[in-house]
């Protein structure tokens, strides 16, 4: 039996191509829940987080479409909203699931909050894409009207909002999921906290929190939520079934089983993607400098197998 963090990306409900149904939502997830009943049955304690980066997107589109009836909601609600909504259909499916296989786990969504540092430089330099593609017409008008940042995307050919993505340095809600681990909730209950990493606050001179307009990383908040329910592993479940290096070219390969200063070298030469897998390597190095016993970056389909070592990129402390 072990404490497991796992990590669902975005792609667990929102898969290219799709538009964003709630049927669609029902069905990807759907597909995802065989390997967490898989590891109930086994008498592992679970905590999931998920990303939200499609769903606060759509959201955003929505904001703009109706900001002429309804007043617009900032960023921070609608990572709460994401983190509700998502939270809710994962235990409506995976609620379902636990029944059919005859389990008496109970699956609770968390809203949480991630405290993050006002002096975080990514807030003078905002640089995380957000909502939908502008022309450079409306992008120019945005940024008059709101201030907000605003960025080219050469490939996609638009202009996006730039929001900060600040690194979480606590989860608000953090010590209550640990005292319910730690008081055998775990044994019974499946918890879903860190959605989207969490709604971004920062803590005022005069203690009081504070919601800001940003977007934090999933995967470094599932690391940090991790460490702080003393979880033995940490799964970040993708839509591969490895981390790659050499990735498109043709010295290609798969990385198996890897010991941490391997990966941070191959982290240090670049191997990984800004915007994909490197957060994902980088929170796995970052759960095992503070005691993690095993990391894993997978697919869902090699969970299982990947949290025993047999499949998957597995990292050991």
Do not use: C
């Amino acid at each position: 039996m072990a404490r497991v963090v796992v990590a669902l990306g975005g792609n667990a409900l929102s898969k290219a191509g799709e538009t964003g149904t709630w049927g669609e939502a029902l069905r990807n997830m759907r597909s995802v829940t065989a390997p967490l009943v898989g590891l109930l049955n086994q008498g592992d304690e679970l905590l999931i987080t998920h990303g939200n980066g499609p769903q606060v997107g759509s959201l955003l589109v929505q904001q703009e479409l109706a900001k002429s009836r309804v007043a617009p909601l900032p960023m921070s609600a609608l990572g709460g909203m994401t983190e509700g909504w998502i939270g809710f259909l994962i235990a409506q499916v995976l609620t379902s699931a636990i029944e059919k296989e005859g389990l008496g786990h109970s699956v609770v969504p968390i809203v949480t909050r991630s405290l993050v540092s006002a002096q975080d430089p990514s807030f003078r330099h905002p640089s995380k894409p957000v909502g939908p593609f502008y022309s450079e017409n409306e992008a120019r008008l945005l940024k008059k009207q709101f201030g907000w940042a605003m960025g080219h995307d050469p490939r996609r050919g638009g202009w996006r909002r730039l929001v900060p993505s600040p690194l979480p340095i606590d989860v608000i809600e953090g010590a209550t999921l640990r005292r319910l681990f730690n008081s055998g909730f775990g044994s019974s209950t499946v918890f879903i906290a860190g959605g989207g990493g969490g709604i971004p606050v920062v803590r005022r001179r005069n203690g009081a929190l504070e919601e800001v307009d940003a977007v934090i990383d999933k995967d470094r908040t599932a690391a940090l939520l991790a460490t702080t329910v003393h979880a033995e592993y940490l799964a970040i479940v993708t839509d591969v079934s490895h981390a790659l290096i050499g990735f498109g070219t043709s010295h290609e390969r798969e990385l198996g089983r890897v010991a941490p200063e391997e990966l941070q070298q191959h982290l240090a030469h670049g191997e990984f993607g800004e915007g994909s897998m490197k957060p994902k390597v980088e929170a796995a190095l970052q759960f095992l400098a503070q005691g993690g016993k095993r990391a894993v970056i997978t697919d869902a389909y090699g969970l299982p197998r990947a949290l025993r070592g047999k499949a998957g990129t597995v990292i050991e402390g």
